[in-house]
């Protein structure tokens, strides 16, 4: 299993600045996922951010908006950059440990995201 | 955690054929998501089924949901080799939570 945290757990930002959430994990990982949730929506896949590579997006998903850091295999942040009203959402990074099915992955607290 | 069975773990079928997944899931839910997952990727959404729903559609796919039963089927129609995937449901219940199903790997044969 793995334990994985999450900062900042919310936060309330203006339009038009920029907030970096970072993802720790209990243990190393090749694999990081970044996904968005708004409000009674289901998760949306952002990018999946692997060590040692460029994160690979999503449709509708840009770099320039959604920058990525994975500089060890326990760590990754995600940046929302210039924010608008419409990035309000909550983030939430998750791993994968041992093979590729959904019960190895495991998701983070979240990071709550209101932007004015 | 992990709180869903699906079956059948593996299926095989030509292309053009239909595949049909099913899921159950043990918790009161607000909805039922399904995702597709391609090897190496994370999970892509494909539909999301409301509690006071009992079936959706949404081009070649068809949700079912009996809360009754507390079961979840995918019906995937004409299936293309592009379709070769993991597909996994995920109950979400109202505080927030997700609970996997199991998976059903799928291979369609060109």
């Known amino acids: 299993s793995a334990v994985i945290s999450q900062k900042p757990s919310r936060d309330i930002c203006q339009r038009g600045t920029s907030l970096t959430i970072q993802c720790q994990v209990d243990s190393q990982v090749t694999m990081m996922f970044w996904y968005r949730q708004q409000p009674g929506q289901s998760l949306t896949l952002i990018a999946t951010?692997?060590?040692?590579?460029?994160?690979?997006?999503e449709s509708g998903f840009v770099i320039d908006k959604f920058p990525i850091s994975r500089p060890n295999l326990t760590f990754s942040t995600l940046t929302v950059s210039n924010m608008s009203p419409e990035d309000s959402s909550i983030y939430l990074c998750s791993v994968e440990i041992g093979g590729a099915r959904s019960e190895t992955q495991y998701f983070g607290p979240g990071t709550r995201l209101l932007v004015l | 955690s992990q709180q869903g069975e699906e079956d059948p773990q593996a299926l095989s079928i030509q292309e053009g054929e239909n595949a049909t997944m099913n899921c159950s899931y043990k918790t009161s839910i607000n909805n039922l998501q399904w995702y597709r997952q391609n090897s190496g990727r994370g999970l892509v959404h494909l539909i999301l089924i409301r509690s006071n729903e009992r079936e959706k559609h949404s081009g070649r796919l068809r949700v079912t949901l009996d809360t009754s039963k507390k079961s979840s089927s995918l019906l995937i129609t004409a299936s293309r080799a592009a379709d070769t995937a993991s597909y996994f449901c995920?109950?979400?219940?109202?505080?927030?939570?997700?609970?996997f199903g199991t998976g059903t790997s799928l291979t369609v044969i060109p």
């Open positions: 951010a692997n060590q040692g590579s460029e994160a690979t997006y």
């Open positions: 995920a109950a979400q219940n109202t505080g927030n939570q997700f609970y």
